[in-house]
């Protein structure tokens, strides 16, 4: 079961938040560049692999589809550690 449904090449951003701290990752052209916490150049041919690998993530087992609050503090995701959101 695939666990994201996108296409890497479309893929325009990568945000992780991890309480007060945030990780932003912008395609900017052919490339990538760091926006958060401070804007810098990344390194394309790795943004591209973590594009790649999320869009071929698939999932070994399913515990739940659609998680309650309950089964979501069962798995210890109810307050997550941190967020990944992809744009």
Do not use: I, N, Y
């Not at 666990?3 to 900017?28: C, I, M, N, S």
């Amino acid at each position: 079961r695939t666990v994201f449904a996108f296409d890497p090449a479309a893929l325009t951003g990568l945000t992780r938040q991890k309480g007060k701290d945030t990780l932003e990752l912008t395609r900017a052209g052919d490339g990538w560049e760091l926006t958060k916490p401070a804007k810098h150049k990344a390194d394309a041919r790795t943004a591209k692999e973590l594009a790649d690998r999320l869009g071929q993530l698939r999932a070994v087992r399913v515990a739940a589809v659609a998680p309650s609050d309950a089964e979501l503090d069962k798995f210890g995701l109810k307050d997550p550690a941190a967020v990944v959101t992809l744009k």
